[in-house]
């Protein structure tokens, strides 16, 4: 793996980490999620399904990323609204 790649991988590993926190089940039900599913991929030496895998990951960030949004904003409209109101 290129010291590009190595670095991308990393950074993501750190993103989705972070991003962890906050995880509906709790942090760490994520975090040994997200270590298994690196560990199961820690052999590819190809750099296209390396880039491949990458993508993945950055698609599960933003989902991750809509997720909590969309449960801040469904906080917020709890306080501002009553419960009858949609």
Same mark, same amino acid.
């Given at each position: 793996?290129?010291s590009?790649? *190595?670095g991308? =991988? +990393?950074?993501l590993y750190?993103?989705l980490l972070?991003l $962890?926190r906050?995880y509906?089940? $709790?942090?760490?039900?994520f *975090?040994? *999620? !997200?270590?298994?599913a690196f560990? @199961?991929?820690k052999d =590819?030496?190809d750099p296209? @399904?390396i880039?491949?895998l +990458?993508?993945?990951?950055?698609f =599960?960030v933003?989902? !991750?990323?809509a !997720?909590?949004? !969309? *449960? @801040?904003?469904r906080?917020?409209k709890?306080r501002y609204?009553?419960?009858?109101?949609?």
């Amino acid at each position: 793996m290129t010291s590009h790649l *190595r670095g991308e =991988v +990393i950074q993501l590993y750190k993103n989705l980490l972070y991003l $962890g926190r906050e995880y509906p089940k $709790g942090a760490e039900y994520f *975090r040994l *999620r !997200l270590r298994a599913a690196f560990e @199961k991929n820690k052999d =590819v030496q190809d750099p296209e @399904k390396i880039k491949e895998l +990458i993508g993945r990951g950055q698609f =599960v960030v933003k989902e !991750l990323e809509a !997720l909590y949004y !969309l *449960r @801040k904003y469904r906080a917020m409209k709890k306080r501002y609204y009553e419960d009858g109101e949609s």
